[in-house]
């Protein structure tokens, strides 16, 4: 009852602090000019990636190597399959056309990537180093597309009169906490009530914890969704999946190196890019994320949670 309890709260404090940034951070990009798609993909997924990193570089201290590793690969199909497809149900998504060109074959180089370095079975130092350097490429090339471009749809001047830079960036700042405490409280409950069942440290990595660990951007997501920010929801989803791999299997492994379960790189590693790799036929056709693309990603995403237990 104590953890179901803790779990409803996260869930609420997830909500709040979602709301929170996905607000601020729009009328920041607003402010300066930036492109929502470059706020998504950096500002907003940086924070919604905070409790993978948290829960990641936790589990790898207390020798829970399953749990760190799955975490991240699970949150990443969590992201295109649940988060994408739920978004798309709440409101159609207009993808970039230059979202095809560049970003998403980055997602699947990272992806990629990571199924080549655990190939030997675990990530050390060298590993998270060369992965860490390639996210600095990263938001590099951010940094070079931050302005929106001419003929990109502006934020209205609605979100640049209620403004205050000063004001918005310290909500930001209180949105990722939120959402950080939000996870951590949901993801504590959640591991008491599947070990409970007597389910493997593996497959709570993959399901229960990324899922639990994806839930700030499915609020992000939802919310920017839900307001009419498309390329915002877009962006952190991408975007997170970027600094998923990048930053927190660039960042742990340095810190300790961490062991790779062989059926991570059988099963779900190839599953996650083939989830990647799907994104370009879905958002190929029509530059749009439309309610039956939504249902066949839940549909695809459901499949493999089912899988896992079966």
Not at 117 to 139: E, I, M, Q, T, W
Not at 176 to 190: C, K, N, Q
Request: glycine share 12%; charged share 10%; hydrophobic share 55%.
């Amino acid at each position: 009852m104590i953890a179901a309890f803790f779990f409803l709260l996260g869930l609420a404090i997830l909500y709040v602090g979602a709301e929170t940034m996905v607000n601020s951070s729009s009328r920041l990009a607003a402010s300066y000019g930036i492109r929502p798609l470059v706020i998504g993909m950096t500002v907003v997924a940086f924070g919604t990636s905070m409790p993978e990193m948290m829960v990641s570089l936790l589990a790898s201290f207390r020798g829970s190597a399953d749990i760190a590793a799955g975490n991240i690969v699970g949150s990443n199909i969590a992201n295109i399959g649940l988060i994408l497809g739920f978004t798309a149900l709440i409101a159609p998504l207009l993808v970039p056309r230059s979202l095809l060109k560049r970003e998403v074959p980055f997602m699947i180089g990272a992806s990629l990537l990571l199924l080549l370095l655990g190939r030997d079975g675990y990530l050390g130092f060298a590993d998270g180093a060369l992965s860490f350097a390639l996210l600095l490429v990263f938001l590099g090339y951010c940094l070079r597309t931050a302005r929106r471009q001419d003929g990109e749809a502006n934020l209205g001047s609605a979100m640049l009169a209620s403004c205050s830079r000063p004001r918005d960036s310290l909500l930001v700042l209180v949105g990722i906490v939120g959402l950080g405490i939000g996870a951590e409280m949901m993801v504590r409950s959640a591991v008491i009530l599947a070990r409970a069942f007597g389910i493997s440290e593996l497959v709570i990595g993959i399901s229960v914890v990324a899922i639990g660990t994806s839930l700030p951007e499915l609020a992000a997501s939802g919310v920017s969704a839900w307001k009419g920010h498309a390329e915002l929801s877009i962006g952190n989803v991408l975007g997170s999946n970027i600094f998923n791999i990048l930053f927190v299997l660039g960042i742990c492994p340095m810190i300790r190196p961490l062991a790779i379960d062989p059926s991570l790189l059988r099963v779900q590693m190839p599953v996650m890019l083939l989830f990647s790799v799907g994104l370009i036929p879905l958002l190929g056709h029509r530059y749009k994320i439309c309610r039956w693309k939504g249902l066949l990603l839940l549909g695809g995403y459901l499949a493999f949670i089912a899988g896992l237990f079966l």
